[in-house]
């Protein structure tokens, strides 16, 4: 079993906040904060798609180079 979530070559962390009662994570192997949050699995994974995605974009309107997740963090 895998405890990351994968979406165009970037992966994230599944994390459970008893406090705050929802799901969170970041993409791992990349510099930038890319976090998200959801209520259900279903929703995290569309907020971190949302998250990558919004980050590619930022980065295209920029003119700059996104990161690429390590090779480590990779899920094959």
């Given at each position: 079993m895998?405890?990351?979530?994968?979406?165009?070559?970037?992966?994230?962390t599944v994390e459970y906040s008893k406090e705050d009662a929802c799901l969170?994570?970041?993409?791992v192997g990349v510099k930038s904060l890319l976090s998200y949050e959801?209520?259900?699995i279903q929703e995290l994974e569309r907020a971190?798609?949302?998250?990558?995605?919004?980050?590619?974009?930022?980065c295209q309107e920029r003119n700059v180079q996104p990161e690429q997740p390590h090779k480590e963090t990779a899920i094959k």
């Amino acid at each position: 079993m895998n405890d990351l979530l994968s979406y165009k070559h970037y992966n994230g962390t599944v994390e459970y906040s008893k406090e705050d009662a929802c799901l969170f994570g970041k993409a791992v192997g990349v510099k930038s904060l890319l976090s998200y949050e959801g209520n259900s699995i279903q929703e995290l994974e569309r907020a971190f798609q949302t998250v990558i995605e919004d980050y590619l974009a930022d980065c295209q309107e920029r003119n700059v180079q996104p990161e690429q997740p390590h090779k480590e963090t990779a899920i094959k």
